[in-house]
């Protein structure tokens, strides 16, 4: 008769303790992804609260891609010049689809209200600074990389080109459904939003359906603990139990035990030494990348003066960008070319007649000249070979691209990675421009012929070849 | 038949020395330099080194160090930075000529080419002329004029100079090489007739005072006749290393190439017999070749005129009776066969000896045909005889004052030891060397010249060809133009030569023209293309007036020659002589400081650094002497009374009975680079009927002195082991008739029956879709003068490193010319005593062949070595981990690693000067990275040159053609042996020329791996008769 009793026993340490452990594990997994989605949401929610009762609606909104956002324009003329607006001001940051410097903007109308899209395009800087939630997570996202303001844009230009992105958001909404698996497109809000929605249920659905189910288990476990609190106490008053089967019901766990077991040190010390070794690994990678430089120069020169207010062309003093390899550092010369006769009395100019010698008052040049010392912002190691006519006249890149918002910056600083990673990426991302091009005649012909759906990019024609910049 | 012909590099390889057999299957042959300092670093230094060093590399890895851009302040309107400009200009040393094209970055000149233009080098150049520009950042340099060993200004200079040599006393002489710039000689005549009894002396050390003299008799004109090889289909030369170093061998070597070409369309190709005594490039290119005793060559030719004479109505003169020489025979017949398409010159320095070679062109009929003495050449001006009356007259105290123009009679004149005692009796003693040399060192005043980079100059190598001179650089020096310096000495109203020389052009060049109505367009013209031939006009001539060249007078008929040569010719086969030569890269020694040159392997020896008695085999032999690989024997040398302890190379084909030295080392005041280098060879000329001979041939003795001594031959290095497919050869006869005689075509055994070895592979292959870059090198072209070699080191940053590591083979060349001797296979030691008397002899030069199927890729753990989709192989230096898997897997030996970091390295200062002084670094191509220690590198095909042609024609949006994109290697090339192109472009030269040969001459080496190379070798075409290919 009394046989039986281990195995009681044993269903109870066997099945149900498991069980609990299992359970347990089971909420925290569903917990984690609740919260995920939670952030998600509670970021918008967040948003939303701090944006006031009238963005509601368009928060609300989101969840249904096709309804376009309130005062955002429609018409073809809009869009189209949205169109020209776009290309001429956020081409060198921004794509529909695909991220560049900045995220992709597929769907930004219905990601974000209005207003706060108005805000963030004039200057982008002020809402981070407002402490703005998302604004200041998308700012971290991107690596601080500040979205240059357009005060210049009207609200009305802001809009029709919100107005051309949404019209190319529900254009790209077709295809975007094979393009959701890549995984490149999002600024990170876009991933969960869009993709329960392709899936058929809404992430609201999705979160009462795990808040039901996390309730389900805590009660399942709340039974559980019922059942073996009930039986124990039936045990314990049984009197015809041995020693050993009474430690066993009477099972206390001993956490000084745990935690000097081996194993637990040794996960411990694994999980210390991992972080070490990846936050020492991270540390190595930076080494020598100076995103960010910004050297005190000798003469203060302003880019944002002389490329964004006057809107001087680049290459009216970068002389050799369109036919050499170095853009060249401009000659006090061509300084002088304007300085003869403006802001003579400035203090920084008169560091560059110092330079070439020159007296303002008898306009005469010496024979005393001293060159300008600058200081070398941009610094690729020797053993890289960048060639800037290549990029610029046969590529047709913008100086932007990789010199960044050059027009805004009172005092050059390194605004690219300038890393090798950094290099190839683009490669692999650019498309040729081969257009007109006889030298690419052939090249995009028989590209044409074997891979017609993609576009011919360099690292496609041999751009990525170590030679093609290591010799 | 063809099989039991033998290849071999070398005494050691064809003796199968042991120890080489033990080292041939090594890629290295020496362990990792664990002791490189001598003081044996033990294991505990290197931890504390590393301990060190991360530290410091993390330290280091904080803080970037600031770097500065200075651009300019006025920028020059032509100059941008990072792109080149070319200037043309002329490559004047001596009586040594070339008109260049000068690379210059950012006001720097980096790289000298040939000119196209000028009909006189034809856009060639060899070793010296491309090794010249780093002459110019030589820190031996003088920074500005010197009096009585004190720096002084140029102005003081010029007052205590005027009043010096106004104070003087006696004769005033000025003494340089030949002067082949007719406004410097203009120049040199103000100076002249400005003082009462000055005389300007002109000679040379590798005179010509033999043909001039024998010129001057026979048509009364002491001048050098132009050659023209490529009118010759007979070609015979008595020690006229004319491809080499003999007066103007670019002009000559791309002439006799112009007749070496064989094609599918022409399957002719000159013939050429070479009498030697040293095995000399030339002759080493020669179809038939005879070792001749020098003391017997005017016999042998004395032989050769009766052979002549005697089927063309000349007179039969009585000459010594001497051994029939091999081949003379054959050669006096296909002369005869060759009437006025044939030439026959000769290397020796004795008029009568010359005067013979010009009656044997007569009674051939050549003059007029390839021998113009109309318009002759002016390379060879000098006299011997003069500077020889000039130093007895300072001896005798009859010369007040002597300035010596650029020139070093100390050293490499051969009486020049006599020049010190001499100096002593001269009051005033100046000079414009522009460094210190032997010479130099005994003047008190030194006003130093530019360097010919930074000069203005004319030049006239032949009459009615000119050449213009311009500067590359502004003068890095306080140095002035020594013709302004002698036209300020000579009180010229002008004395700044620019506007002298232009002057002179207006009023003689110009004016003598019609074609430009404008002086300033003809002027830019002539500076532009830097040639300027077919005038008409000749200013040199009359300057040279009545000059002695030779001590005796030459007798015209050809009895009295007899008489004269037979007095002066031994026909007794009795005692050892000796025979002075120049090599290819040091020359006469002027360039001797200049460490591209030095460590340029002689293309016959093989051996760098060093100065080495060559002797035959038989004479080792009898002497004992151990030659071993890498080590060879000392002997003692004793002439002249005196003895030199020498090492020795045992050299195929040198002629019984004589040994070979060198001449332009024992340099002792040249710099660094080349002082104590071997010994001086000038002062053991002999002498022949009163004239300098090139060999000497008295009391010379040759004994073993028993030492060992370690010689820096790189030959023996990454050997074959004896596979065959690697030189194919074959003869005229046998190329008219089977366009694909000679080759070795491997099969691979299939089941389907033989295939190409390309056909069965493991391997995909590649797709080059845009371009596929490929090399093809003709062999029967190529005549090995590594101008090639050297043209590589300069654009790609090839270190120097040195005769000690150079022994450890570790010479660092991408391009690397293989030497291969063959003879008939000879089993036991008497037979290969015959065998390397005079073997054949065949060039390879020898670059990475950027395999399709590349072994070094596929082994590369870090994939530092990867193939391009343009056919290239790419090495990646910063990827690069040094493990040296990839040249272990190569078959060609073609990788180099750097076992040292040669830059900023105190130990291979010395040597390696372009990478290690602020000075010298100038001379870099900023293009190609300087490689740090412990990668591996090799050739790139010149991938700077190919990227830059690419994006030039990208950016005017068309495909590049020839003209775009041409390596360093193929352009130096004086014969065109080189060709590179783009094979996927149709209209290419490459493309044409491999669709023509594919089924013809083209081959790979080693084509039975199957690693498929780019480059293409076609097979080399021996002019000889099919019936004796046997022999």
Same mark, same amino acid.
């Given at each position: 008769?009394?046989?039986?009793?281990?195995?009681?026993?044993?269903?109870?340490?066997?099945?149900?303790?498991?069980?609990?452990?299992?359970?347990?594990?089971?909420?925290?997994?569903?917990?984690?992804?609740?919260?995920?989605?939670?952030?998600?949401?509670?970021?918008?929610?967040?948003?939303?609260?701090?944006?006031?009762?009238?963005?509601?609606?368009?928060?609300?909104?989101?969840?249904?891609?096709?309804?376009?956002?309130?005062?955002?324009?429609?018409?073809?003329?809009?869009?189209?010049?949205?169109?020209?607006?776009?290309?001429?001001?956020?081409?060198?940051?921004?794509?529909?689809?695909?991220?560049?410097?900045?995220?992709?903007?597929?769907?930004?109308?219905?990601?974000?209200?209005?207003?706060?899209?108005?805000?963030?395009?004039?200057?982008?800087?002020?809402?981070?600074?407002?402490?703005?939630?998302?604004?200041?997570?998308?700012?971290?996202?991107?690596?601080?990389?500040?979205?240059?303001?357009?005060?210049?844009?009207?609200?009305?230009?802001?809009?029709?080109?919100?107005?051309?992105?949404?019209?190319?958001?529900?254009?790209?909404?077709?295809?975007?459904?094979?393009?959701?698996?890549?995984?490149?497109?999002?600024?990170?809000?876009?991933?969960?939003?869009?993709?329960?929605?392709?899936?058929?249920?809404?992430?609201?659905?999705?979160?009462?359906?795990?808040?039901?189910?996390?309730?389900?288990?805590?009660?399942?476990?709340?039974?559980?603990?019922?059942?073996?609190?009930?039986?124990?106490?039936?045990?314990?008053?049984?009197?015809?139990?041995?020693?050993?089967?009474?430690?066993?019901?009477?099972?206390?766990?001993?956490?000084?035990?745990?935690?000097?077991?081996?194993?637990?040190?040794?996960?411990?010390?694994?999980?210390?030494?991992?972080?070490?070794?990846?936050?020492?690994?991270?540390?190595?990678?930076?080494?020598?990348?100076?995103?960010?430089?910004?050297?005190?120069?000798?003469?203060?020169?302003?880019?944002?003066?002389?490329?964004?207010?006057?809107?001087?062309?680049?290459?009216?003093?970068?002389?050799?960008?369109?036919?050499?390899?170095?853009?060249?550092?401009?000659?006090?010369?061509?300084?002088?070319?304007?300085?003869?006769?403006?802001?003579?009395?400035?203090?920084?100019?008169?560091?560059?007649?110092?330079?070439?010698?020159?007296?303002?008052?008898?306009?005469?040049?010496?024979?005393?000249?001293?060159?300008?010392?600058?200081?070398?912002?941009?610094?690729?190691?020797?053993?890289?070979?960048?060639?800037?006519?290549?990029?610029?006249?046969?590529?047709?890149?913008?100086?932007?691209?990789?010199?960044?918002?050059?027009?805004?910056?009172?005092?050059?600083?390194?605004?690219?990675?300038?890393?090798?990673?950094?290099?190839?990426?683009?490669?692999?991302?650019?498309?040729?421009?081969?257009?007109?091009?006889?030298?690419?005649?052939?090249?995009?012909?028989?590209?044409?012929?074997?891979?017609?759906?993609?576009?011919?990019?360099?690292?496609?024609?041999?751009?990525?070849?170590?030679?093609?910049?290591?010799? | 038949?063809?099989?039991?012909?033998?290849?071999?590099?070398?005494?050691?390889?064809?003796?199968?020395?042991?120890?080489?057999?033990?080292?041939?299957?090594?890629?290295?042959?020496?362990?990792?330099?664990?002791?490189?300092?001598?003081?044996?670093?033990?294991?505990?230094?290197?931890?504390?080194?590393?301990?060190?060093?991360?530290?410091?590399?993390?330290?280091?890895?904080?803080?970037?160090?600031?770097?500065?851009?200075?651009?300019?302040?006025?920028?020059?309107?032509?100059?941008?930075?990072?792109?080149?400009?070319?200037?043309?200009?002329?490559?004047?040393?001596?009586?040594?000529?070339?008109?260049?094209?000068?690379?210059?970055?950012?006001?720097?000149?980096?790289?000298?080419?040939?000119?196209?233009?000028?009909?006189?080098?034809?856009?060639?150049?060899?070793?010296?002329?491309?090794?010249?520009?780093?002459?110019?950042?030589?820190?031996?340099?003088?920074?500005?004029?010197?009096?009585?060993?004190?720096?002084?200004?140029?102005?003081?200079?010029?007052?205590?100079?005027?009043?010096?040599?106004?104070?003087?006393?006696?004769?005033?002489?000025?003494?340089?090489?030949?002067?082949?710039?007719?406004?410097?000689?203009?120049?040199?005549?103000?100076?002249?007739?400005?003082?009462?009894?000055?005389?300007?002396?002109?000679?040379?050390?590798?005179?010509?005072?033999?043909?001039?003299?024998?010129?001057?008799?026979?048509?009364?004109?002491?001048?050098?006749?132009?050659?023209?090889?490529?009118?010759?289909?007979?070609?015979?030369?008595?020690?006229?290393?004319?491809?080499?170093?003999?007066?103007?061998?670019?002009?000559?070597?791309?002439?006799?190439?112009?007749?070496?070409?064989?094609?599918?369309?022409?399957?002719?190709?000159?013939?050429?017999?070479?009498?030697?005594?040293?095995?000399?490039?030339?002759?080493?290119?020669?179809?038939?070749?005879?070792?001749?005793?020098?003391?017997?060559?005017?016999?042998?030719?004395?032989?050769?005129?009766?052979?002549?004479?005697?089927?063309?109505?000349?007179?039969?003169?009585?000459?010594?009776?001497?051994?029939?020489?091999?081949?003379?025979?054959?050669?006096?017949?296909?002369?005869?066969?060759?009437?006025?398409?044939?030439?026959?010159?000769?290397?020796?320095?004795?008029?009568?000896?010359?005067?013979?070679?010009?009656?044997?062109?007569?009674?051939?009929?050549?003059?007029?045909?390839?021998?113009?003495?109309?318009?002759?050449?002016?390379?060879?001006?000098?006299?011997?005889?003069?500077?020889?009356?000039?130093?007895?007259?300072?001896?005798?105290?009859?010369?007040?004052?002597?300035?010596?123009?650029?020139?070093?009679?100390?050293?490499?004149?051969?009486?020049?030891?006599?020049?010190?005692?001499? &100096?002593?009796?001269?009051?005033?003693?100046?000079?414009?060397?522009?460094?210190?040399?032997?010479?130099?060192?005994?003047?008190?005043?030194?006003?130093?010249?530019?360097?010919?980079?930074?000069?203005?100059?004319?030049?006239?190598?032949?009459?009615?060809?000119?050449?213009?001179?311009?500067?590359?650089?502004?003068?890095?020096?306080?140095?002035?133009?020594?013709?302004?310096?002698?036209?300020?000495?000579?009180?010229?109203?002008?004395?700044?030569?620019?506007?002298?020389?232009?002057?002179?052009?207006?009023?003689?060049?110009?004016?003598?023209?019609?074609?430009?109505?404008?002086?300033?367009?003809?002027?830019?013209?002539?500076?532009?293309?830097?040639?300027?031939?077919?005038?008409?006009?000749?200013?040199?001539?009359?300057?040279?007036?009545?000059?002695?060249?030779?001590?005796?007078?030459?007798?015209?008929?050809?009895?009295?020659?007899?008489?004269?040569?037979?007095?002066?010719?031994?026909?007794?086969?009795?005692?050892?002589?000796?025979?002075?030569?120049?090599?290819?890269?040091?020359?006469?020694?002027?360039?001797?400081?200049?460490?591209?040159?030095?460590?340029?392997?002689?293309?016959?020896?093989?051996?760098?650094?060093?100065?080495?008695?060559?002797?035959?085999?038989?004479?080792?032999?009898?002497?004992?002497?151990?030659?071993?690989?890498?080590?060879?024997?000392?002997?003692?040398?004793?002439?002249?009374?005196?003895?030199?302890?020498?090492?020795?190379?045992?050299?195929?084909?040198?002629?019984?009975?004589?040994?070979?030295?060198?001449?332009?080392?024992?340099?002792?005041?040249?710099?660094?680079?080349?002082?104590?280098?071997?010994?001086?060879?000038?002062?053991?000329?002999?002498?022949?009927?009163?004239?300098?001979?090139?060999?000497?041939?008295?009391?010379?003795?040759?004994?073993?002195?028993?030492?060992?001594?370690?010689?820096?031959?790189?030959?023996?290095?990454?050997?074959?082991?004896?596979?065959?497919?690697?030189?194919?050869?074959?003869?005229?006869?046998?190329?008219?008739?089977?366009?694909?005689?000679?080759?070795?075509?491997?099969?691979?055994?299939?089941?389907?029956?033989?295939?190409?070895?390309?056909?069965?592979?493991?391997?995909?292959?590649?797709?080059?879709?845009?371009?596929?870059?490929?090399?093809?090198?003709?062999?029967?072209?190529?005549?090995?003068?590594?101008?090639?070699?050297?043209?590589?080191?300069?654009?790609?940053?090839?270190?120097?490193?040195?005769?000690?590591?150079?022994?450890?083979?570790?010479?660092?060349?991408?391009?690397?010319?293989?030497?291969?001797?063959?003879?008939?296979?000879?089993?036991?030691?008497?037979?290969?005593?015959?065998?390397?008397?005079?073997?054949?002899?065949?060039?390879?030069?020898?670059?990475?062949?950027?395999?399709?199927?590349?072994?070094?890729?596929?082994?590369?753990?870090?994939?530092?070595?990867?193939?391009?989709?343009?056919?290239?192989?790419?090495?990646?230096?910063?990827?690069?981990?040094?493990?040296?898997?990839?040249?272990?897997?190569?078959?060609?030996?073609?990788?180099?690693?750097?076992?040292?970091?040669?830059?900023?390295?105190?130990?291979?200062?010395?040597?390696?000067?372009? &990478?290690?002084?602020?000075?010298?670094?100038?001379?870099?191509?900023?293009?190609?990275?300087?490689?740090?220690?412990?990668?591996?590198?090799?050739?790139?095909?010149?991938?700077?040159?190919?990227?830059?042609?690419?994006?030039?024609?990208?950016?005017?949006?068309?495909?590049?053609?020839?003209?775009?994109?041409?390596?360093?290697?193929?352009?130096?090339?004086?014969?065109?042996?080189?060709?590179?192109?783009?094979?996927?472009?149709?209209?290419?030269?490459?493309?044409?020329?491999?669709?023509?040969?594919?089924?013809?001459?083209?081959?790979?080496?080693?084509?039975?791996?199957?690693?498929?190379?780019?480059?293409?070798?076609?097979?080399?075409?021996?002019?000889?008769?099919?019936?004796?290919?046997?022999?």
């Amino acid at each position: 008769m009394f046989k039986k009793r281990p195995d009681f026993r044993n269903l109870l340490h066997l099945t149900i303790r498991p069980l609990l452990t299992g359970l347990f594990l089971l909420s925290l997994i569903f917990t984690a992804f609740a919260q995920t989605d939670t952030t998600a949401t509670a970021a918008q929610g967040g948003t939303d609260a701090a944006g006031g009762a009238a963005t509601d609606g368009a928060a609300t909104d989101g969840a249904t891609p096709a309804a376009g956002a309130a005062g955002i324009p429609t018409s073809d003329e809009a869009i189209a010049a949205g169109a020209t607006v776009f290309n001429a001001n956020c081409t060198v940051c921004h794509a529909i689809n695909s991220q560049v410097v900045g995220p992709a903007l597929k769907g930004v109308t219905e990601r974000r209200p209005l207003p706060w899209l108005l805000k963030f395009i004039h200057n982008s800087q002020d809402v981070v600074k407002s402490g703005d939630s998302y604004a200041v997570n998308l700012f971290n996202k991107f690596n601080k990389t500040v979205m240059p303001p357009f005060t210049s844009l009207s609200e009305d230009q802001i809009k029709s080109v919100l107005g051309y992105i949404q019209s190319e958001s529900n254009k790209a909404a077709a295809p975007a459904q094979a393009a959701a698996g890549d995984g490149t497109a999002t600024d990170g809000q876009q991933a969960g939003g869009g993709g329960a929605a392709v899936g058929g249920i809404s992430s609201q659905y999705f979160t009462i359906i795990l808040v039901g189910l996390i309730i389900v288990l805590v009660l399942i476990l709340l039974v559980l603990i019922l059942i073996i609190s009930v039986m124990s106490r039936f045990l314990n008053q049984r009197t015809d139990l041995d020693e050993e089967d009474r430690e066993s019901i009477n099972r206390t766990t001993n956490y000084r035990k745990i935690v000097t077991s081996t194993p637990f040190i040794g996960i411990i010390i694994f999980i210390f030494l991992s972080i070490a070794v990846k936050v020492g690994l991270d540390g190595l990678y930076s080494i020598g990348v100076q995103q960010g430089y910004m050297p005190k120069q000798p003469i203060a020169y302003s880019h944002e003066l002389h490329a964004g207010k006057y809107e001087i062309p680049c290459q009216y003093c970068h002389t050799g960008v369109m036919k050499s390899k170095s853009a060249n550092i401009p000659s006090a010369n061509i300084c002088m070319n304007c300085h003869q006769q403006i802001k003579t009395e400035s203090p920084e100019i008169q560091k560059i007649y110092a330079a070439i010698d020159f007296n303002p008052e008898t306009q005469t040049y010496g024979n005393n000249k001293k060159p300008i010392q600058w200081v070398r912002v941009h610094n690729l190691p020797d053993l890289v070979y960048f060639n800037h006519a290549q990029h610029v006249k046969v590529g047709g890149l913008e100086c932007q691209t990789c010199h960044g918002p050059i027009q805004e910056m009172p005092v050059v600083y390194q605004y690219s990675k300038l890393t090798m990673g950094w290099c190839i990426n683009c490669h692999r991302e650019t498309q040729v421009n081969a257009k007109g091009n006889a030298y690419y005649d052939k090249l995009l012909e028989l590209h044409e012929a074997s891979n017609p759906n993609e576009p011919m990019t360099v690292a496609s024609i041999g751009g990525l070849e170590c030679s093609k910049c290591h010799y | 038949m063809k099989n039991n012909k033998r290849y071999w590099k070398g005494i050691e390889e064809l003796q199968n020395d042991p120890e080489l057999v033990k080292r041939a299957d090594r890629e290295f042959s020496e362990l990792l330099p664990i002791k490189d300092n001598g003081k044996g670093d033990s294991r505990r230094d290197f931890l504390k080194l590393m301990g060190f060093g991360i530290s410091a590399a993390t330290l280091a890895a904080c803080e970037a160090p600031i770097r500065k851009a200075i651009p300019y302040i006025v920028k020059p309107v032509d100059v941008d930075p990072t792109i080149p400009n070319y200037y043309a200009s002329t490559y004047i040393d001596g009586g040594d000529y070339c008109s260049i094209v000068v690379k210059t970055r950012e006001g720097r000149p980096i790289k000298i080419n040939g000119n196209d233009f000028s009909q006189v080098t034809y856009g060639g150049t060899n070793a010296q002329v491309q090794a010249s520009v780093l002459s110019l950042y030589d820190k031996q340099r003088l920074e500005g004029p010197v009096a009585k060993g004190k720096a002084v200004s140029w102005d003081d200079l010029d007052q205590t100079i005027s009043q010096q040599l106004r104070g003087a006393g006696g004769r005033i002489a000025v003494v340089s090489y030949t002067v082949l710039s007719p406004s410097t000689q203009a120049a040199i005549g103000e100076f002249t007739s400005a003082y009462a009894g000055a005389k300007h002396v002109m000679y040379d050390p590798q005179p010509a005072d033999g043909i001039l003299a024998a010129n001057k008799s026979m048509f009364g004109k002491a001048v050098l006749p132009s050659y023209d090889f490529s009118k010759a289909d007979v070609i015979v030369s008595f020690g006229a290393d004319f491809l080499g170093t003999w007066i103007s061998p670019i002009t000559y070597a791309k002439q006799y190439s112009k007749t070496r070409k064989v094609s599918k369309d022409k399957k002719t190709m000159s013939r050429h017999y070479q009498f030697e005594s040293n095995l000399s490039l030339t002759g080493a290119n020669a179809d038939y070749r005879a070792g001749i005793r020098a003391s017997q060559e005017g016999l042998v030719l004395g032989q050769l005129y009766n052979l002549i004479s005697a089927k063309t109505g000349g007179s039969n003169a009585n000459f010594s009776k001497i051994a029939t020489v091999p081949h003379l025979n054959k050669a006096a017949g296909d002369l005869l066969s060759a009437r006025g398409k044939s030439l026959v010159v000769s290397g020796s320095n004795d008029p009568a000896v010359q005067m013979l070679v010009n009656q044997i062109n007569q009674l051939l009929g050549n003059y007029g045909q390839t021998l113009d003495m109309d318009r002759p050449s002016y390379f060879r001006r000098g006299s011997s005889t003069a500077m020889e009356n000039l130093i007895k007259d300072m001896q005798a105290g009859r010369v007040g004052a002597v300035i010596f123009y650029n020139c070093n009679p100390a050293y490499d004149f051969f009486a020049g030891n006599q020049l010190q005692d001499a &100096m002593s009796k001269v009051k005033v003693k100046i000079s414009t060397a522009d460094k210190i040399d032997e010479t130099t060192l005994l003047a008190d005043y030194i006003a130093p010249d530019h360097h010919y980079l930074e000069s203005w100059n004319d030049a006239s190598p032949r009459q009615g060809s000119f050449s213009l001179a311009q500067p590359a650089i502004m003068p890095i020096f306080d140095t002035r133009q020594a013709q302004s310096t002698l036209l300020t000495w000579a009180g010229s109203p002008e004395t700044d030569y620019y506007d002298y020389l232009s002057g002179r052009w207006r009023q003689s060049l110009f004016s003598s023209q019609s074609v430009e109505k404008d002086f300033d367009r003809f002027w830019d013209k002539a500076l532009y293309d830097g040639a300027l031939e077919n005038t008409g006009v000749s200013l040199l001539e009359t300057a040279s007036g009545e000059i002695a060249y030779a001590n005796t007078n030459v007798p015209v008929d050809a009895t009295s020659l007899a008489g004269t040569i037979n007095s002066a010719y031994k026909a007794d086969n009795v005692g050892v002589e000796l025979v002075l030569y120049q090599k290819i890269g040091i020359g006469s020694g002027r360039q001797a400081n200049n460490p591209w040159l030095q460590e340029m392997p002689d293309p016959i020896t093989k051996a760098c650094w060093d100065n080495y008695l060559t002797i035959p085999q038989s004479m080792g032999n009898e002497m004992d002497i151990e030659t071993k690989e890498g080590f060879t024997g000392m002997v003692n040398l004793t002439i002249n009374g005196q003895t030199h302890k020498l090492p020795v190379v045992v050299q195929p084909g040198q002629a019984p009975g004589t040994v070979g030295l060198a001449l332009g080392y024992g340099r002792t005041k040249a710099g660094k680079v080349a002082d104590k280098l071997g010994v001086n060879a000038y002062p053991m000329v002999g002498k022949v009927n009163g004239n300098f001979a090139f060999f000497n041939a008295s009391d010379v003795k040759v004994e073993n002195a028993d030492e060992s001594y370690k010689i820096a031959q790189t030959q023996t290095h990454e050997t074959y082991m004896g596979r065959e497919s690697i030189i194919q050869d074959t003869v005229l006869a046998e190329y008219k008739e089977d366009p694909k005689a000679g080759r070795f075509e491997f099969k691979v055994e299939t089941y389907e029956g033989k295939e190409d070895p390309e056909d069965v592979s493991l391997w995909h292959g590649h797709k080059y879709p845009n371009h596929h870059w490929t090399m093809a090198i003709d062999l029967t072209s190529c005549i090995g003068c590594s101008a090639c070699t050297v043209s590589c080191q300069v654009e790609n940053n090839v270190a120097v490193v040195g005769k000690a590591e150079v022994v450890n083979r570790r010479e660092m060349h991408w391009l690397r010319i293989d030497r291969y001797y063959s003879s008939d296979a000879a089993e036991d030691l008497d037979a290969m005593e015959i065998a390397s008397a005079n073997p054949e002899v065949t060039f390879q030069p020898m670059l990475c062949q950027h395999c399709n199927n590349a072994p070094c890729e596929t082994v590369c753990p870090v994939l530092a070595t990867t193939h391009s989709t343009e056919g290239l192989n790419q090495m990646t230096y910063n990827r690069c981990i040094g493990t040296r898997y990839c040249a272990n897997n190569c078959p060609y030996k073609v990788r180099r690693f750097n076992w040292f970091k040669y830059h900023d390295n105190e130990q291979f200062a010395d040597v390696n000067v372009a &990478m290690n002084t602020d000075l010298g670094k100038m001379v870099l191509n900023p293009d190609v990275t300087v490689r740090a220690r412990g990668v591996m590198e090799k050739c790139s095909f010149c991938i700077q040159r190919i990227q830059l042609g690419k994006l030039e024609a990208k950016k005017q949006g068309r495909r590049p053609d020839d003209d775009d994109v041409n390596t360093a290697c193929a352009e130096a090339c004086p014969t065109d042996a080189i060709l590179f192109g783009d094979r996927n472009n149709p209209d290419s030269a490459i493309s044409k020329l491999l669709n023509d040969e594919q089924e013809g001459r083209a081959y790979h080496v080693l084509q039975e791996l199957r690693v498929m190379p780019n480059v293409y070798y076609l097979t080399k075409i021996r002019n000889k008769d099919q019936e004796e290919t046997n022999a």
